[in-house]
């Protein structure tokens, strides 16, 4: 247990579906990051939030979208994915120590 | 952020401490060195980090070369579930917005 939950843990959606992962921090971190891992691949950073503001897009495709309400609740808003967005998908946190805390992930499947 | 070169693969008996060498020949003044490791289907696990001392914490420790172009993490008695990826990252410690850069890691394998 991290202190980082992730929901839901498996999601399977069509192309035209719209879907969204949630990420909460029970820790009192400042920012908060979400990273993507595609099979064989290593962790791709996606977007980072730090004090509720985006300081990080990766030059992300517009079909994923982020939300920061507040600094305990990151989102990630899905919409028409392709098949290769297949993937799992993790949030973390960090606080002024260094250390990133990961979520157990969310796996995507796109069919 | 410097590049890490780190083995892809490793075997360890288990009991026998597990050491994982790690390159960042062009490291700057500046940077720390992480370690992380990622058990199957899980989230990557932060294990240690340092700037140029030796370093040690309940889970491993940490030998950085004088020079800091070397790293080693020892675990000191591994276990079968100590099985993982291990990331050796090292960038500019940047406290509250930590992007960290993985790369393919070493694939540690604790044999019975």
């Known amino acids: 247990e991290t202190g980082v939950t992730q929901t839901p843990r498996h999601l399977v959606m069509g192309m035209t579906n719209k879907k969204s992962l949630k990420c909460e921090q029970h820790l009192g971190h400042n920012a908060m990051y979400w990273y993507k891992q595609s099979a064989k691949k290593p962790l791709e950073l996606m977007f980072v939030y730090s004090l509720e503001e985006r300081v990080e897009n990766n030059s992300v495709p517009s079909r994923f979208s982020p939300e920061c309400p507040n600094s305990s609740h990151l989102f990630l808003h899905l919409h028409t994915l392709q098949p290769e967005d297949s993937a799992l998908y993790l949030c973390a946190s960090s606080h002024w120590t260094g250390e990133l805390f990961f979520g157990e992930g969310s796996r995507l499947t796109v069919l | 952020d410097a590049k890490t070169t780190q083995p892809p693969s490793m075997d360890c008996a288990e009991g026998r401490a597990a050491n994982l060498p790690c390159n960042h020949s062009?490291?700057?003044?500046?940077?720390?060195v992480y370690w992380y490791r990622q058990i199957h289907s899980q989230g990557p696990q932060y294990i240690i980090h340092?700037?140029?001392n030796n370093e040690t914490n309940e889970m491993a420790s940490l030998i950085i070369t004088e020079d800091r172009k070397s790293s080693t993490l020892i675990l000191p008695h591994a276990t079968l579930r100590d099985t993982a990826v291990y990331y050796c990252i090292v960038r500019v410690a940047d406290f509250g917005n930590e992007k960290l850069t993985f790369g393919t890691g070493t694939r540690l394998t604790i044999i019975p």
């Open positions: 062009t490291i700057s003044g500046n940077e720390y």
């Open positions: 340092g700037l140029k």
